[in-house]
């Protein structure tokens, strides 16, 4: 079992930052993808950002391109988002997700294990 868990969320202005922590624990694989996802009241869950564990490359979606920013520290087994600039189109449960064994995918319904999400809000 893969625990995964975010933290970092709050209440931000827009234009302000954050930056968010997804903490794994549990079971370790040799290959997968963390990804970031986001859902909105009354919306979908869509794709943010994703990298693969060795971080050997990264993926984001057109909304958050140049504003956020997808890093991994494995030391500490950790991957964060970095948010600047955000807007109150930002406003979102963000969860992160693992998907084993392929490098990178924006699919939500690949991946294998969910942490609990994190709420974000931008006030304008």
């Known amino acids: 079992q893969v625990q995964l868990v975010e933290s970092g969320g709050g209440l931000v202005q827009a234009g302000g930052s954050l930056r968010l922590s997804c903490a794994a624990s549990?079971?370790?694989?040799?290959?997968?993808?963390i990804g970031w996802f986001r859902q909105a009241p009354g919306k979908e869950r869509e794709f943010v950002a994703a990298i693969r564990w060795s971080g050997v490359s990264s993926d984001y979606a057109d909304s958050v391109k140049d504003r956020f920013t997808i890093s991994r520290d494995n030391a500490k087994n950790t991957v964060y988002l970095q948010m600047n600039s955000l807007k109150p189109e930002d406003t979102a449960v963000y969860y992160c997700?693992?998907?084993?064994?392929?490098?990178?995918?924006?699919?939500?319904?690949?991946?294998?294990?969910w942490g609990q999400g994190t709420q974000v809000t931008v006030s304008s």
């Open positions: 549990g079971r370790t694989f040799s290959y997968y993808t």
């Open positions: 997700a693992l998907v084993r064994y392929i490098a990178g995918s924006r699919r939500s319904d690949q991946y294998d294990y």
